[in-house]
Every structure is written in structure tokens, then in C-alpha cells.
């Protein structure tokens, strides 16, 4: 066997199938051992809170059937990885996604595992997932303690300290999403109130711009409205900004990142949103440790998810597994859908900390 045609059987035998389950869209594509999406694999479908549970099923499965019609001949699916909204029962494989009403506790990996019989499926928060993505081969290589946070329908995050992934017991540890704000009070599909989803979320900026005047609908919208310089469009970005900047900044005094790895499409709803968002830390003039980490683009929103697969329960060392060869009994694979930002995408902050102001 020539080493081209060994290389082709290896990447052939690693082949994962991720599932990104969120509140607007199921996405599913097939992912080599190096993180990168096989092209033409990838299918979507609509989720959204309007679906019944039905529904919701048939879209999953759907896209599945789609993506597994895209397997190459004599590929063997070492393993099918789902990354999920939250909340979920990771144990059981459980999942009660805030922003999808129809879905309860709903076993969401049973309903992948049936359709591939004899396959490992492993099911985690979309928030870890994302940040071992950018652990892996995204904005946080090189780090070992990193937050990931993903700002789009909602907000989620997680979290990686000392290298080990923070899941917590029931696997909903990095809901930054739904740490509070002080002096902010919107209501909070969670039940509490000033949380940062409740007020820096794309569909919840929109609300409050519209809530003061204006009359846009979508987040495109808002970003379009910002450009041109609309005034409460440019109220929206920075009140999201300073609402995601307190708590980053209290996720930092909590457990002292080196890195905060930023994405999902709301992110991207203007430049500025990065300058309030370091203006924030900045305001805890006396903890230099706190204003040190830096952020960065993330993969999510550009890498949509990454889906982990393995044969087994999934907890402490898996980013060993990670870093490590490939094995035919733990895998990880993420899901890659276009491009990772390229470097001056990058947002760092100067910071008076000799160490965080290395170049990223
Ligand atoms: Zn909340």
C-alpha cells in the first residue's frame, strides 16, 4: 500500500457524522480526523419554537438521512457526535433546548442513535462543544483555560480549565448565558431576569431596539441600521456589548481565564460590539488578572459546532483524547462548516498584564 492510499484509507476510517442542534436550524455533515467538513455533506433543516415535537424528530432525522446519503463508499461512521441547546440530561441524553418549547426532556440522542444502529452517539451542550472546537483547531489553540461563548439566538458558552472540559453533573456547566448583569432587569426565558441572553441576545437586541423606536426586525437588520449610523441601532450594540462585557468579566474573577474565544452570527452584528465589550473589563481598573484575557473570534457562527463522538462516557480527559491520535475507541471530531476567521480577525485587548499581552 502506498502512503497516498494508506492517507485516503485512514481518513475514510475516521469519519464522523455531526449533528448542531440550536433554536432556528438542526445541521448535520460528515467530518474527517483533521476537524474539517467533507464537502457536500453538510444538510440543514428548521427547528424554531413554532415545531411540534413531531416535527422537530422529523427534522433531525431528515437532515441525518441527507448527510449519511453523502457517505463515500466504504467509509465506516466511527461515531456521531450532537451538539445541543440546552438544558440537557447529558447522563440520559435528554434535551429541553430554553428556546424550543415542544422539546422537554426529550431524548434527543436515543432518536439519533436509532437511526445508527451499532454507532457510539455522545450528546454535549453546543457551548462546549464550540469551545473545544476553538480549543482544538479554532481562536483558543494553545490555551488551557478558555471560555467559548456563542452569541446568536441565545447565548451559550463553556468552559475548558487546566485543559480538563467543565461539563458540572448534569453537563450544563458554561451557561454564561444566564449569569446575571447587574443593573439590567429584562426578563429571562429561564425564569430569572437580567441575565446576559435576556438582554445581548440578536432576538432580544432587537426587541429592545424596537422597544425604543425602531423598526427593524431581524439582526441583519440592526447591523445594516448601525452602519448607517442609526441611533438607537448604535444604543443596541453597546448596551449588548457592556451586558456580555460584565460577564466576562465576572466569569474571569470567578476562575481566571487566559482567553474568552467569541462567535455566533450576532457576534458579527458590528465591529464596535468587541470595543464595548473590552471597555467593560477594562472598568476593574485594580484586577489585572480580570482585564488580562484575551478575546477573540471564535469558530461558531464561521465553524458552526463541533460534535464530539466516542464509544464511550465522555468526561474528564477528553481533551487528551483530542490532542492525541485518533483511536478506533475515543474520537472527537468537529464539525466544520466554512473557514476559521483568519488571524486579524483575531480582537485581543492590551492589557497591563506582561504575559496576556503577547501576540495572539
Ligand atoms: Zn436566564
Known amino acids: 500500500m502506498s502512503i497516498g492510499t494508506f492517507r485516503r484509507y485512514a481518513v475514510l476510517m475516521t469519519i464522523a457524522l455531526a449533528v448542531d442542534f440550536g433554536g432556528t436550524k438542526v445541521e448535520t455533515a460528515l467530518v474527517d480526523h483533521t476537524g474539517s467538513l467533507i464537502p457536500g455533506t453538510r444538510f440543514r433543516q428548521t427547528t424554531g419554537p ?26 465506516e461512521l466511527l461515531g456521531a457526535g450532537i451538539g445541543t441547546a440546552g438544558p440537557i440530561n447529558e447522563a440520559d441524553g435528554l434535551v429541553s433546548p430554553l428556546n424550543v418549547q415542544a422539546w422537554r ?12 444502529p451499532g454507532v457510539p452517539v455522545t450528546l454535549r451542550m453546543d457551548g462546549l462543544c464550540i469551545t473545544l472546537a476553538d480549543h482544538w483547531v479554532g481562536a483558543a489553540r494553545g490555551y488551557n483555560n478558555v471560555m467559548g461563548m456563542v452569541v446568536s439566538t441565545g447565548i451559550g458558552g463553556g468552559l475548558i480549565l487546566h485543559g480538563n472540559t467543565v461539563s458540572g453533573p448534569t453537563g450544563n456547566a458554561g451557561h454564561i448565558g444566564h449569569v446575571e448583569v447587574a443593573g439590567f432587569d429584562d426578563p429571562c426565558a429561564c425564569g430569572g431576569s437580567g441575565c446576559v441572553e435576556a438582554i445581548a441576545s440578536g432576538p432580544n437586541s432587537v426587541k429592545w431596539a424596537r422597544n425604543q423606536g425602531w423598526d427593524g426586525n431581524t439582526g441583519e437588520e440592526l447591523s445594516a441600521s448601525h452602519r448607517s449610523g442609526d441611533p438607537v441601532a448604535v444604543r443596541a450594540v453597546e448596551r449588548a456589548g457592556r451586558a456580555i462585557g460584565h460577564a466576562i468579566a465576572s466569569a474571569t474573577a470567578l476562575v481566571d481565564l487566559e482567553l474568552v474565544a467569541i462567535g455566533g452570527g450576532f457576534s458579527h452584528v458590528a465591529p464596535e460590539l ?3 465589550i473590552r471597555a467593560t473589563i477594562a472598568e476593574r481598573t485594580e484586577f489585572t488578572f480580570a482585564r488580562s484575557p484575551r478575546r477573540r473570534r471564535g469558530l461558531s457562527g464561521h465553524w458552526r459546532a463541533a460534535s464530539l463522538a466516542n464509544s464511550s462516557s465522555m468526561n474528564f480527559g477528553l481533551l487528551k483524547a483530542i490532542a492525541g491520535p485518533i483511536q478506533a475507541a475515543v474520537t472527537t471530531m468537529i464539525m466544520t462548516i466554512e473557514t476559521v476567521h483568519p488571524p486579524e480577525m483575531s480582537c485581543r485587548i492590551p492589557t497591563s498584564s506582561g504575559t496576556a499581552a503577547a501576540t495572539a
Open 274 to 276: 468587541f470595543d464595548h
Open 50 to 75: 413554532q415545531k411540534t415535537e413531531t416535527e422537530l424528530a422529523q427534522s433531525v432525522t431528515t437532515s441525518i438521512e441527507q448527510t449519511l446519503a453523502t457517505l463515500p463508499a466504504g467509509a
Open 105 to 116: 426532556a426529550y431524548p434527543l440522542r436515543d432518536l439519533v442513535a436509532a437511526q445508527l
